[in-house]
């Protein structure tokens, strides 16, 4: 609309030139908002309200709403959508990383975290205070599944990792390694500090059987332990800790032992 303002119209501004797009459904109500705010001061004032091609204007900007409304509509299902596209990759990812039936971190997100350990390590050198592995296994767990079924067998395994990640200090992790063995990652832990660690979890799994639909089911556990040597891979440590479990197995099992 053309010709000047009159002293008194000062308060009502222009339509600005080039309107911002916001991003977000927030921006995009807050644009719409402001517009209808202009457009009501702009017909309170008498200069413009009188102007031949005010009713023309007046759809235009009608119009304008409209459309401003249906973007605010789309810009609402995008943000769901993405909302939605965020929360199926987490959980995609954290199923990716669990083990199903015990819940227990799984063997990919061990190996994750252990190059990351290797990684601290390497960075910090002797003062990183190393870490330790302890490779474990439920002694007979094939007997477990003949005398009282696959179900009893699971439960077992449920039941036996709820008790090691009870037992571990937070920073800990304890994955399920596959089938009945287990893999516990100590940082900051040397040999000694590993060893208690072992004791424990196999006194603890020793003195409490596992109740299972009227059954009292005894199992006990075979760990190898294994502490970080400078130059060692992630499967040089692994390897160790296995064939430490080895070492437990064949003295007879419910222990622990270490490795060269």
């Not at 015990?102 to 290797?118: K, S």
């Not at 990183?128 to 079924?149: P, R």
């Not at 006194?203 to 040597?229: E, K």
Request: charged share 25%.
């Amino acid at each position: 609309m053309s010709g000047g303002a009159k002293s008194g119209d000062a308060k009502v501004t222009g339509l600005p030139r080039r309107w911002a797009l916001r991003r977000g459904t927030v921006g995009m109500m807050l644009q719409e908002q402001k517009l209808q705010d202009w457009l009501a001061r702009l017909a309170e004032n008498e200069h413009y309200a009188a102007h031949p091609l005010m009713t023309e204007f007046r759809a235009l900007a009608d119009e304008h709403l409209k459309l401003m409304r249906q973007l605010t509509k789309i810009a609402k299902i995008s943000d769901r959508m993405q909302t939605d596209t965020r929360q199926m990759a987490q959980a995609l990812h954290a199923a990716s990383q669990t083990d199903p039936l015990t819940e227990l971190p799984n063997r990919r997100h061990m190996v994750d975290r252990l190059e990351a350990e290797l990684c601290r390590v390497g960075r910090n050198g002797s003062g990183s205070g190393g870490f330790a592995l302890i490779m474990l296994d439920i002694d007979h767990f094939k007997e477990v599944n003949d005398a009282f079924g696959h179900a009893a067998g699971d439960h077992v395994l449920v039941e036996a990792a709820g008790l090691l990640r009870r037992n571990l200090r937070g920073h800990d992790l304890c994955a399920r390694w596959g089938g009945e063995e287990f893999l516990i990652l100590l940082p900051d832990t040397d040999q000694v500090q590993a060893e208690a660690v072992a004791e424990k979890l196999r006194g603890l799994i020793a003195h409490q059987p596992i109740a299972h639909q009227g059954h009292s089911i005894a199992v006990t556990l075979s760990l190898g332990v294994a502490a970080y040597r400078p130059g060692r891979t992630a499967d040089d440590c692994i390897q160790a800790a296995d064939d430490a479990l080895y070492i437990a197995k064949r003295a007879g099992r419910n222990r622990w032992a270490t490795a060269a």
